[in-house]
């Protein structure tokens, strides 16, 4: 079975550039989420989609992030414009609706660098 | 969801047992505890959870104290491949709708 699976790995933008980060969630799994890690930190909750429905969005900061999950399946996050700050690991995570232990399975997290 | 507190660092033989210690002494009655561990560039990954009795599977086994204010992980027999930051969580309830929020977990050192 496929994991999550994020793109791209890496990226180094100049700060007040747009950015944009895909995410593929395990097939049949329903939630989405969208982390964000700094270094040395665990990770964040920023975003978490149920289906297309984005229900839980207050950690986003919205002036500047936004996120989408057309169909249901596949998400993206976007900043626009990025700033130095947003220098940081963005992960995504999915899980199965009804699942015993509910666990998040998370992808490998794209490295953004905002010189 | 209760706060958790972890040891900063911790470092293992190869081979030997890892004990990973986890205070989570606000932990509320419908609280499960969870672990999850990252290894370096790679996203966090489930390991165990529980309620209040200790359980056990095929990466590690979670020992719950009887007043449920602390846990500890156990890697039976940790190899390199088991150095990674750990993470005990406690959230309400076992779906995918709870949250997970992360502290700054442990970093376990395996050394040969």
């Known amino acids: 079975e496929a994991g999550v699976v994020q793109s791209p790995r890496y990226k180094i933008i100049e700060k007040k550039q747009p950015v944009a980060f895909w995410c593929n969630p395990i097939s049949g799994h329903n939630t989405l989420y969208w982390y964000l890690q700094n270094l040395g930190q665990g990770p964040e909750l920023l975003i978490r989609y149920e289906n297309e429905e984005a229900v839980d969005d207050s950690q986003l900061p919205k002036d500047r992030f936004s996120a989408e999950r057309l169909k249901g399946v596949d998400s993206t996050l976007k900043i626009q414009p990025a700033e130095l700050g947003d220098s940081a690991v963005y992960l995504c995570?999915?899980?199965?609706?009804?699942?015993?232990?509910?666990?998040?399975?998370f992808g490998p997290g794209t490295r953004l660098t905002v010189t | 969801d209760a706060k958790t507190t972890q040891p900063p660092s911790m470092d293992c033989a190869e081979g030997r047992a890892a004990n990973l210690p986890c205070n989570h002494s606000t932990i509320s009655g419908n609280e499960y505890v969870y672990w999850y561990r990252q290894i370096h560039s790679q996203g966090p990954q489930y390991i165990i959870h529980?309620?209040?009795n200790n359980e056990t599977n095929e990466m590690a086994s979670l020992i719950i104290t009887e007043d449920r204010k602390s846990s500890t992980l156990i890697l039976p027999h940790a190899t390199l491949r088991d150095t990674a930051v750990y993470y005990c969580i406690v959230r309400v309830g076992h779906s995918g709708y709870s949250t997970l929020t992360f502290g700054k977990g442990t970093m376990l050192l395996v050394s040969p």
């Open positions: 995570a999915s899980s199965l609706d009804g699942a015993v232990g509910g666990e998040q399975y």
């Open positions: 529980g309620l209040k």
